[in-house]
T-cell receptor, first 113, second 112 residues
Framework: SQTIHQWPATLVQPVGSPLSLECTVE??????LYWYRQAAGRGLQLLFY??????ISSEVPQNLSASRPQDRQFILSSKKLLLSDSGFYLC????????????FGQGTRLTVV | DQQVKQNSPSLSVQEGRISILNCDYT??????FLWYKKYPAEGPTFLIS?????DKNEDGRFTVFLNKSAKHLSLHIVPSQPGDSAVYFC???????????FGPGTRLSVLP
């Protein structure tokens, strides 16, 4: 069966520090991968999605970047965090070949102080 | 501009009654719709989906209705249970699920 791992679960980082959140998927090949953010009191905002290695689409211009160095690995990064980067970050995957649901990781609560 | 809207930020329902959560969308290219349930500090979990070729899909206590002409879908939960209390997100996709767009969510409270 397929599983998705996302870490860390919580993170407190100072303003201006770098960020690296990692997500890996097991049990499937060539998944579509996504990074979402849920800001306090708001819905899920799609940040990046990827249909293959090194194929990243950015939905919202921001202080963040994403990379997919391997088929089942998706990394969310920032060189210098801003206070506004605080939020709940979610990684997700889907099969993509047909209409299917996306499966989410447990999320990372990021607090920038 | 929000492509997927959930105009009710919150909803309270008595246990045993029906919960109806609504969702509207603007993009006519959407062809697949999903509902997710989310507890605090957890990732959303998939509940039920519907393709644009159908107008109803049922799974146990959960039924999703799609009205394509009105660009509207709804999730019915019957009977509602206290464990259903969570935030419910409506999502839509086009192009065979390569991109999922979520609504802002509706917080459902089921009162015992």
């Amino acid at each position: 069966s397929q599983t998705i791992h996302q870490w860390p679960a919580t993170l407190v980082q100072p303003v201006g520090s770098p960020l690296s959140l990692e997500c890996t998927v097991e049990g499937t090949s060539n998944p579509n991968l996504y990074w979402y953010r849920q800001a306090a009191g708001r819905g899920l905002q799609l940040l990046f999605y990827s249909i293959g290695i090194d194929q990243i689409s950015s939905e919202v211009p921001q202080n963040l970047s994403a990379s997919r160095p391997q088929d089942r690995q998706f990394i969310l990064s920032s060189k210098k965090l801003l206070l506004s980067d605080s939020g709940f970050y979610l990684c997700a995957w889907s099969l993509g070949s047909t209409n299917t649901e996306a499966f989410f990781g447990q999320g990372t609560r990021l607090t920038v102080v | 501009d929000q492509q997927v809207k959930q105009n009710s930020p919150s909803l309270s329902v008595q246990e045993g009654r029906i919960s109806i959560l609504n969702c509207d969308y603007t993009n006519s290219m959407f062809d697949y719709f999903l509902w997710y349930k989310k507890y605090p500090a957890e990732g959303p979990t998939f509940l039920i989906s519907i393709s644009s070729i159908k107008d109803k899909n049922e799974d146990g206590r959960f039924t999703v209705f799609l009205n394509k002409s009105a660009k509207h879908l709804s999730l019915h939960i019957v009977p509602s249970q206290p464990g259903d209390s969570a935030v419910y997100f409506c999502a839509a996709s086009a192009n065979y699920g390569q991109n999922f767009v979520f609504g802002p969510g509706t917080r459902l409270s089921v009162l015992p």
